[in-house]
């Protein structure tokens, strides 16, 4: 009877450690993805914008669906963060995202 409960406590810590590893897995790919959407937004705005200035309306009009598209998404990914531990994933994710583009801009003024 010894035998099986200490076999049943060691499986159970084991099977533990091996789910809180792939849960923190998740959430780095889970939060790369985010910061990736960010990114994505970004650059349909600009978009949208010089359609806006060259008078292109069909066009710009339709990237604005899309801005509004990934908006909901990232908001729905904020919340799935948060619900999983992670303190403010959305604010983390711009910082991010304004990181690799100082870093782009600087390589580019090399």
Known sequence: MKKNLILLVIGTIFCAGAMAQTRDKDIKTDENHLTNTVEDKRQNEREAGKDLTHFKVKSAWEKRKEIRARQRSMHRQDEHLE????????????????????????KEDK
Request: aromatic share 0%; hydrophobic share 35%.
């Open 83 to 106: 619900a999983h531990g992670v303190r403010h994933p959305l604010r983390k994710a711009r910082h991010m995202a304004n990181a690799e583009e100082q870093e782009k801009k600087a």
